[in-house]
């Protein structure tokens, strides 16, 4: 009998989101396996280029496929414009997307963000300050401008592999609709939402969030 080649074993990849680093998935990798990408304005505090330069930065670190590309809150952005790009990346996962064009305003971004961060745990707020610290004000600032603007939702048109849009019920920063906008983009889009979760998903509900991922191995049936 013919012997049918073992597919690899699909990676995940996680972004981490804006001024925050590899600290904020720390929970969430040890329900799975996963490599942490950080980059200028996530983790690094160095100039920020374009997107694009960013999801070229990106794909130079991501390593062999298949990959399962995982952005969170701002990188959702750049992980939109890499997988794009790539035939290594054969998933997404964006987990609590921005910029919802809502927000792109100071004043509409700071309200429904201090809405959103008092629906979160209070013990978070050492970890994100160490991690804001790290990445620092001008980095973080200097991403905003340069992803604030883009539509996420074109980007997502050209993504052609399944992508999975998770947001918590108590997100303020990716509400309902703009969530379902994007799913509606994606040629491939579907929406979870977590029951009780705010934007910090990774940190917050780590197993929830580990399960969604799991979904997405094709291991157990040998393909999508």
């Not at 995982?70 to 054969?90: F, L, N, P, T, Y």
């Not at 790290?134 to 340069?146: I, Y």
């Not at 939702?153 to 998770?166: A, E, G, H, I, Q």
């Given at each position: 009998m013919p012997v049918t080649p073992r597919q690899p074993p699909v990676r995940f990849v996680l972004v981490p989101g804006l001024g925050l680093d590899e600290r904020s998935s720390r929970r969430l990798r040890t329900h799975l396996p996963a490599t942490v990408v950080p980059l200028p304005g996530m983790g690094l505090a160095a100039p920020v280029p374009s997107l694009e330069v960013l999801a070229d930065r990106l794909l130079?670190?991501?390593?062999?496929?298949?990959?399962?590309?995982?952005?969170?809150?701002?990188?959702?952005?750049?992980?939109?414009?890499?997988?794009?790009?790539?035939?290594?990346?054969?998933?997404?996962?964006?987990?609590?997307?921005?910029?919802?064009?809502?927000?792109r305003s100071r004043r509409g971004l700071v309200r429904h963000w201090l809405a959103t961060a008092f629906r979160e745990p209070w013990w978070q707020v050492p970890l994100i300050?160490?991690?804001?610290?790290?990445?620092?004000?001008?980095?973080?600032?200097?991403?905003?401008?340069?992803?604030?603007?883009?539509?996420?939702?074109?980007?997502?048109?050209?993504?052609?592999?399944?992508?999975?849009?998770?947001r918590g019920t108590r997100d303020r920063l990716?509400?309902?609709?703009?969530?379902?906008?994007?799913?509606?983009a994606a040629p491939r889009g579907r929406l979870t939402e977590l029951p009780g979760a705010a934007h910090m998903t990774p940190q917050t509900h780590p197993d929830a969030v580990a399960a969604v991922l799991r979904s997405l191995d094709p291991a157990p049936s040998g393909g999508w």
């Open positions: 130079e670190r991501m390593g062999e496929g298949p990959v399962v590309l995982v952005g969170h809150s701002q990188s959702c952005q750049v992980a939109a414009v890499a997988a794009a790009r790539d035939a290594r990346v054969v998933a997404v996962v964006l987990l609590g997307p921005t910029t919802d064009p809502r927000l300050a160490a991690q804001w610290w790290r990445t620092g004000p001008r980095a973080m600032a200097a991403l905003w401008r340069v992803a604030a603007p883009d539509d996420t939702d074109r980007r997502l048109r050209d993504v052609r592999v399944p992508v999975t849009v998770v990716c509400r309902h609709d703009w969530a379902a906008r994007l799913v509606a």
